[in-house]
């Protein structure tokens, strides 16, 4: 069965320095999300995605976010300075173009120093 | 505003017996859907259904089975005689049709004694 694939599977980094979160959807589907999700707390939506453009964001995703599909394949998820509460396992989704459900990827746990 | 509640932070029941995990959801919306989730210590979300808000028909699946009520806006999930391996933080969640982001509960963290 098709997955969704994220990498890296743990992401250490200094406070300060940019992260690059990759993801890569199942072929055929057309809408994309990343969710966050704070060590021991419950998942958050941080944004969606469809036709190269951001669909939603929520409050957390502010401007040290941004999201790409740099190549038709890939979907990244950028922090351009990270600080010490971006750590967080962060979770890529995505879903097909009728309303299926979305298919989430194992996650990347990111730590930042 | 959609909203989850799992009021249940932790469980624990010994192995064998039943176990319900509660939600209640709040929605504007007519058309919506509601899932949940099995998160192991591994950190993985599993998706173990999706209902949509026309089909309150009770689902089972092997020793899991969920209860949907729009009376009472809660759809509810029972494992029956439990095993270690069910141990996890389970998520509720809900999707409106409008804007598919998914809003979860905070999460019942279940644990089964051997």
Same mark, same amino acid.
């Given at each position: ?8 599977s743990?992401q250490?980094?200094? %406070?300060?320095?940019e ?6 959807p199942?072929?055929?589907h057309l809408?994309f ?7 021991g707390?419950k ?11 951001i ?16 190549d038709?394949?890939n979907?990244?998820?950028?922090i ?8 967080a %396992?962060?979770f890529?989704a ?5 309303i /299926?459900?979305?298919?989430f990827g194992? /996650?990347?746990?990111l730590?930042?120093? | ?8 932070t932790?469980?624990s ?17 007519t058309?919506?859907y509601?899932f ?5 210590p ?21 020793r ?20 270690v ?19 979860? /509960?905070?999460g ?7």
């Amino acid at each position: 069965e098709p997955e969704v694939t994220q990498t890296p599977s743990h992401q250490v980094t200094q %406070m300060g320095q940019e992260v690059i979160l990759r993801c890569v959807p199942i072929s055929n589907h057309l809408y994309f999300y990343w969710y966050r999700q704070i060590l021991g707390q419950k998942v958050e939506f941080l944004v969606s995605f469809y036709n190269n453009e951001i669909s939603e964001k929520s409050e957390i995703f502010d401007d040290q976010f941004s999201v790409e599909r740099p190549d038709g394949s890939n979907f990244t998820l950028k922090i351009r300075s990270t600080k010490l509460e971006d750590s967080a %396992m962060y979770f890529c989704a995505s879903r097909g173009p009728t309303i /299926g459900p979305q298919h989430f990827g194992d /996650g990347t746990r990111l730590s930042i120093l | 505003a959609q909203k989850v509640t799992q009021a249940q932070t932790e469980i624990s029941v010994v192995e064998k017996e039943d176990v319900t995990l509660d939600c209640v959801y709040e929605t504007r919306d007519t058309t919506y859907y509601l899932f949940w989730y099995k998160q192991p210590p591994s950190g993985e979300l599993v998706f173990l259904i999706r209902r949509n808000s026309f089909d309150e028909q009770n689902e089972i699946s092997g020793r899991y089975s969920w209860n949907f009520q729009k009376s009472t806006s809660s759809f509810n999930f029972t494992i029956t005689a439990s095993q270690v391996v069910d141990s996890a933080v389970y998520f509720c969640a809900l999707s409106e049709a409008r804007d598919d982001k998914i809003i979860f /509960g905070k999460g019942t963290r279940l644990h089964i004694l051997p």
